[in-house]
């Protein structure tokens, strides 16, 4: 078999053995359960809906196995040594600064959205069963929460980010770029990471279930946010032959991505247009950025 055959079959065993298992848990664990234990434990439901990430990982061993691949080049060790710190250092930092600035962008076109009071965050912290909500107690709330997803929600995020990144960062990407290359795979690789996202976005995941077009219109709107979001995290995987970067932008973006909202009075929020990142203005710098990226990565294999 020539090496175009082989990479078109781990692509496809890799996609079915990923695709299989996420929509099998998806449909037969999630769908009928989420919402039951959802009611009686929040958390229990967050965690049953982050298990899915981990598939994406269990898709690369399997595939490595079957198709006898083995692991020798796996994609987890960076192969530019100390020139990789740079990539490490924006994955960490990088989705927090471009979701301010895509805020800032949001509450300066509407500026009437934009809740200095937290009434929002006031909200939360009384269902969560805090008596006394007052503005010092607030600010402590907001900078604590701003801290935390700064500092630690890259670590604290990155076991399960890593279970996606492996398998669309570290397997998929590099295998579409040599069929198709860079541009194609970019796009495509970001098609499929939405698509792998539809059960749950299905059930309301990032964008709510009253929308217009539900769920075609969500579904659509998650694959333009993975390409973004895929271009970017493909951009420093490629610069350091490693996932890892990737796997701190992931968990960065998934510590802070809500952060914006708390500046809102939590009413009238359209997903599809921001504060949060997953809007198109909310998300405008990180289609800057990615439209950038795009460009180098296009120079640089001419």
Same mark, same amino acid.
């Given at each position: 078999?020539?090496?175009?055959?082989?990479?078109?079959?781990?692509?496809?065993i890799?996609?079915?053995?990923?695709?299989?298992?996420?929509?099998? /848990?998806?449909?037969?664990?999630?769908?009928p359960?989420?919402?039951? &234990?959802?009611?009686? /434990?929040?958390?229990?439901? !967050?965690?049953?809906?982050?298990?899915?990430?981990?598939?994406?990982?269990?898709?690369?061993?399997?595939?490595?196995?079957?198709?006898? %691949?083995?692991?020798?080049?796996?994609?987890?060790?960076?192969?530019?040594?100390?020139?990789?710190?740079?990539?490490?250092?924006? =994955?960490?930092?990088?989705?927090?600064?471009?979701?301010?600035? =895509?805020?800032?962008?949001?509450?300066?076109?509407?500026?009437?959205?934009?809740?200095?009071? /937290?009434?929002?965050?006031?909200?939360?912290?009384?269902?969560?069963?805090?008596?006394?909500? !007052?503005? #010092?107690?607030? #600010?402590?709330?907001?900078?604590? #929460? &701003?801290?935390?997803?700064?500092?630690?929600?890259?670590?604290?995020?990155?076991?399960?980010?890593?279970? %996606? %990144?492996?398998?669309?960062?570290?397997?998929?990407?590099?295998?579409?770029? %040599?069929?198709?290359?860079?541009?194609?795979?970019?796009?495509?690789?970001?098609?499929?990471?939405?698509?792998?996202?539809?059960?749950?976005?299905?059930?309301?995941?990032?964008?709510?279930?009253?929308?217009?077009?539900?769920?075609?219109?969500?579904?659509?709107?998650?694959?333009?946010?993975?390409?973004?979001?895929?271009?970017?995290? $493909?951009?420093?995987?490629?610069?350091?032959? $490693?996932?890892?970067p990737?796997?701190?932008?992931?968990?960065?973006?998934n510590?802070?991505?809500?952060?914006?909202?708390?500046?809102?009075?939590?009413?009238?929020?359209n997903?599809?247009?921001?504060?949060?990142?997953?809007?198109?203005?909310?998300?405008?710098?990180?289609?800057?950025?990615?439209? &950038?990226?795009?460009v180098?990565?296009?120079?640089?294999?001419?």
């Amino acid at each position: 078999m020539d090496d175009k055959k082989l990479v078109t079959k781990r692509i496809l065993i890799y996609l079915g053995i990923t695709f299989g298992i996420t929509y099998l /848990m998806d449909f037969l664990v999630i769908w009928p359960f989420l919402p039951r &234990i959802s009611a009686v /434990m929040p958390a229990a439901g !967050t965690f049953l809906i982050g298990s899915t990430m981990f598939f994406p990982a269990i898709g690369v061993l399997l595939t490595r196995l079957f198709t006898k %691949e083995g692991f020798r080049d796996s994609w987890i060790v960076p192969k530019t040594g100390r020139r990789s710190i740079p990539y490490f250092l924006f =994955g960490w930092f990088g989705p927090v600064i471009l979701s301010v600035i =895509g805020a800032a962008v949001f509450f300066l076109i509407f500026p009437d959205r934009f809740d200095g009071s /937290m009434s929002y965050l006031a909200a939360l912290l009384a269902a969560s069963g805090q008596t006394d909500v !007052t503005p #010092q107690l607030l #600010q402590i709330a907001m900078a604590s #929460q &701003i801290l935390s997803a700064l500092l630690l929600g890259p670590l604290l995020n990155c076991f399960t980010c890593f279970g %996606e %990144e492996w398998g669309w960062r570290g397997y998929l990407l590099p295998k579409m770029k %040599e069929k198709f290359g860079i541009l194609p795979a970019l796009l495509i690789s970001g098609i499929i990471w939405g698509v792998w996202h539809a059960p749950i976005t299905m059930l309301g995941h990032n964008y709510g279930t009253g929308y217009t077009g539900f769920p075609v219109t969500g579904i659509l709107a998650m694959c333009c946010f993975c390409i973004v979001m895929g271009i970017i995290f $493909s951009y420093i995987t490629l610069k350091t032959g $490693s996932c890892l970067p990737a796997v701190l932008a992931h968990g960065s973006l998934n510590g802070f991505a809500a952060a914006p909202v708390l500046f809102t009075d939590g009413t009238n929020i359209n997903p599809f247009i921001g504060p949060a990142p997953t809007g198109i203005i909310g998300g405008s710098a990180f289609l800057v950025c990615a439209v &950038i990226m795009t460009v180098l990565l296009l120079k640089k294999s001419k």
